[in-house]
Each structure stands twice: as structure tokens, then as C-alpha cells.
């Protein structure tokens, strides 16, 4: 695509993809390269509204998996409209913690929807806002679970049955093997700097702009 590209990051609760986000971040920025860090669910105010409601409201406990697929397209289509587009024609880099592929493996993978219905909402809610790379970090159930451990606030994602996370998983291995052009799959047990380090090689590979941009910020550190 021309400009910068719209970069993803997926994969299940305590996989370390948002602590890649804010690394990623810090590296467009010491390279002088425009970006914007959004997330899912949020990222607007009606965004922020929905997430609030999706994992942390005392009435969301009784939520089905239908409305919460509804609530999370919701989200997702006021994101794309309002912040990912404007930003991608403006020439800035997107970086987002998750987008669609997580609603097609938590509610249809692992709440079971039918998927050809989460398939056909998700393409309502992005239109032709599709990332350029996905990143999905995996990591196994006792891995993601011993990070969620750390003190925060209670997210009801985080609160799911060991065999919901297995097939939050599974789902995200199977849609990998179909999309194996967008996503790439890194180990999740490995060092933040190991992760990083492998993120950033893939996206110069990938993208020239980016590629550019750190052969110039190389040659400066070396003057």
C-alpha cells in the first residue's frame, strides 16, 4: 500500500501484545516516523463507552454472546471511521491493539457464533480497513494465565473458563494457517527485547518506507 502501514496486534489475555504496542511506539517515534496507537474495544468515546460496558460493568455479567458481538462491531466501526482512516490518509503509521481477528476467534471460535454472521459483521464494521500485518504473540494457557496474575483491575475477558482460552487459542492457530500472508506469528514466551527485536525485522522486510526510515536513523547513529 502506499504510505504507512496499519499494523495489528492479536492474541490472548496475558500475551504480552500490548507491552509490543508501546515498544513498537517508541521506536517510530525515536525514528521520526508519524504513527497513532488506538485499541479494541475503545479508542473513541463511544469506544471508551463500549469497553467500559464489555468488561467492567456489574450488568455486563449477564451479557449474551450475541450482544457482545454486537457491542464490539459497534466499537470497531466508530474506530475505523473516526481514527484508523483519517489517520492512514493523513500518512501516519497505525498501530492497533486488536482488531476484527479477535472477534472472529473469541465469539467465533470460542463462544461458538455462527461465523459466517461474525464474518459478515466484521466486513460491515472495517469496509476496506484491512491491517497490512497482524502480529499475533502466542503463548500457552499457563504462560497467559500466570501474567494475568499481576494486580489490576478485573476484566471480565480475563475471567473465562481454561477451556475457553484453549479455544481462543486454537482459533487463532487455525485463522492463522488461512492468513498466512497477514499474520505472523511470534513466540510469546520469549524476552519483551527478543519479541521486539523480531517485530521490527519483519516490518522492514516488509515495508520500504519503514525500512528507510531506519537505514537513515543508522546512518546518523553512526556519524
Same mark, same amino acid.
Not at 156 to 183: C, H, N, P, S
Given at each position: 500500500?502506499?504510505?504507512?502501514?496499519?499494523? $495489528?496486534?492479536?492474541?490472548?489475555?496475558?500475551?504480552?501484545?500490548? $507491552?509490543?504496542?508501546?515498544? @513498537?511506539?517508541?521506536?517510530?517515534?525515536?525514528?521520526?516516523?508519524?504513527?497513532?496507537?488506538?485499541?479494541?474495544?475503545?479508542?473513541?468515546?463511544?469506544?471508551?463507552?463500549?469497553?467500559?460496558?464489555?468488561?467492567?460493568?456489574?450488568?455486563?455479567?449477564?451479557?449474551?454472546?450475541?450482544?457482545?458481538?454486537? @457491542?464490539?462491531?459497534?466499537?470497531?466501526?466508530?474506530?475505523?471511521?473516526?481514527?484508523?482512516?483519517?489517520?492512514?490518509?493523513?500518512?501516519?503509521?497505525?498501530?492497533?491493539?486488536?482488531?476484527?481477528?479477535?472477534?472472529?476467534?473469541?465469539?467465533?471460535?470460542?463462544?461458538? @457464533?455462527?461465523?459466517?454472521?461474525?464474518?459478515?459483521?466484521?466486513?460491515?464494521?472495517?469496509?476496506?480497513?484491512?491491517?497490512?500485518?497482524?502480529?499475533?504473540?502466542?503463548?500457552?494457557?499457563? $504462560?497467559?494465565?500466570?501474567?494475568?496474575?499481576?494486580?489490576?483491575?478485573?476484566?471480565?475477558?480475563?475471567?473465562?473458563?481454561?477451556?475457553?482460552?484453549?479455544?481462543?487459542?486454537?482459533?487463532?492457530? %487455525?485463522?492463522?494457517?488461512?492468513?498466512?500472508?497477514?499474520?505472523?506469528?511470534?513466540?510469546?514466551?520469549?524476552?519483551?527485547?527478543?519479541?521486539?527485536?523480531?517485530?521490527?525485522?519483519?516490518?522492514?522486510?516488509?515495508?520500504?518506507?519503514?525500512?528507510?526510515?531506519? %537505514?537513515? %536513523?543508522?546512518?546518523?547513529?553512526?556519524?
Amino acid at each position: 500500500m502506499a504510505g504507512m502501514p496499519f499494523i $495489528t496486534f492479536e492474541g490472548s489475555e496475558g500475551c504480552g501484545k500490548s $507491552t509490543q504496542v508501546q515498544l @513498537l511506539a517508541t521506536h517510530l517515534k525515536i525514528l521520526g516516523v508519524p504513527f497513532l496507537v488506538t485499541r479494541e474495544p475503545g479508542g473513541t468515546a463511544i469506544g471508551e463507552s463500549i469497553r467500559e460496558l464489555l468488561q467492567f460493568a456489574p450488568q455486563s455479567v449477564g451479557m449474551t454472546p450475541e450482544t457482545e458481538l454486537l @457491542l464490539f462491531e459497534a466499537s470497531r466501526s466508530q474506530l475505523v471511521r473516526e481514527v484508523i482512516k483519517p489517520a492512514l490518509e493523513r500518512g501516519e503509521c497505525v498501530i492497533a491493539d486488536r482488531f476484527f481477528d479477535s472477534t472472529t476467534v473469541y465469539q467465533g471460535a470460542a463462544r461458538k @457464533l455462527d461465523r459466517k454472521v461474525v464474518r459478515q459483521l466484521n466486513a460491515f464494521a472495517v469496509g476496506d480497513c484491512v491491517p497490512d500485518i497482524t502480529f499475533l504473540l502466542d503463548v500457552d494457557l499457563e $504462560t497467559a494465565r500466570s501474567r494475568m496474575q499481576q494486580p489490576r483491575r478485573p476484566d471480565r475477558m480475563e475471567q473465562q473458563t481454561v477451556e475457553f482460552y484453549e479455544q481462543v487459542r486454537d482459533g487463532y492457530q %487455525e485463522l492463522a494457517k488461512w492468513q498466512r500472508d497477514r499474520i505472523v506469528v511470534i513466540k510469546g514466551w520469549q524476552s519483551p527485547h527478543d519479541i521486539e527485536k523480531e517485530i521490527w525485522e519483519t516490518l522492514v522486510k516488509r515495508f520500504p518506507e519503514l525500512a528507510a526510515k531506519s %537505514e537513515i %536513523e543508522n546512518r546518523k547513529s553512526k556519524m
